[in-house]
């Protein structure tokens, strides 16, 4: 079974340069990389719903929903590991409120867009997240391999169809 998840990106100026939150993941899946904020969705929750509690719970941030920007959708395979298979839906801000803040899950850092800490994330994250934090959107599936770390087959999705990914969780 795949589970649902959602990312939010935090994008702010600062000295002139675009710069993004992220977060080290201090354990659960992905311990160790930098990942963005967010976390799976809740029974009866919406991506969107998700995104704003996770981006509290991880990093002490008030999000309004109608300043999250969609940017997309990714299916995460792990045939070796079934249980870690994911759908995420790919969320970027320029607006919140309060000072991000270390949680249990997340020890966050700014970092400019020009020097992404792309060897110390997750391996599909060079082939997406510079477009995505850009402007642009994502719609692509990957598939790790055995050490459950390396994207060993990648492949566009085909167009969303209506807003089936703001369907509430069962």
Same mark, same amino acid.
Do not use: N
């Given at each position: 079974?795949?589970?649902?998840?959602?990312?939010?990106?935090?994008?702010r100026?600062?000295?002139?340069?675009?710069?993004?939150?992220? =977060?080290?993941?201090?354990?659960?899946? =992905?311990?160790? +990389? +930098?990942?963005?904020?967010?976390?799976?969705?809740?029974?009866?929750?919406?991506?969107? &719903?998700?995104a704003?509690?996770?981006?509290?719970?991880?990093?002490?941030?008030? *999000?309004?929903?109608?300043?999250?920007?969609?940017?997309?959708?990714?299916?995460?395979?792990?045939? +070796?590991?079934?249980?870690?298979s994911?759908? @995420?839906?790919?969320?970027?801000?320029?607006?919140?409120?309060?000072?991000?803040?270390?949680?249990?899950?997340?020890?966050?850092?700014?970092f &400019?867009?020009?020097?992404?800490?792309?060897?110390?994330?997750?391996? &599909?994250?060079?082939?997406w997240?510079? =477009?995505?934090?850009?402007?642009? @959107?994502?719609?692509?599936?990957?598939?790790? =391999?055995?050490?459950?770390? @390396?994207?060993?087959?990648?492949?566009?999705?085909?167009?969303?169809?209506?807003?089936a990914?703001? *369907?509430?969780?069962?």
């Open positions: 079974m795949v589970y649902r998840v959602c990312v939010t990106y935090l994008l100026r600062h000295d002139g340069r675009t710069q993004v939150l992220l =977060g080290r993941k201090k354990r659960g899946l =992905g311990t160790g +990389h +930098h990942v963005g904020l967010g976390g799976k969705l809740e029974p009866g929750e919406t991506a969107l &719903d998700a704003v509690r996770e981006s509290h719970e991880e990093a002490g941030v008030v *999000i309004r929903p109608e300043s999250l920007d969609r940017r997309g959708e990714l299916l995460y395979l792990f045939p +070796h590991r079934e249980s870690w994911q759908r @995420s839906t790919v969320f970027v801000t320029t607006e919140w409120d309060g000072e991000p803040v270390e949680s249990d899950e997340l020890a966050p850092s700014w &400019d867009l020009e020097r992404l800490p792309l060897g110390e994330m997750w391996s &599909d994250a060079a082939a997240l510079p =477009g995505v934090l850009a402007g642009g @959107s994502v719609r692509h599936e990957f598939t790790f =391999g055995a050490d459950l770390a @390396s994207v060993v087959a990648d492949r566009p999705l085909p167009p969303r169809q209506g807003g990914a703001d *369907i509430p969780t069962p």
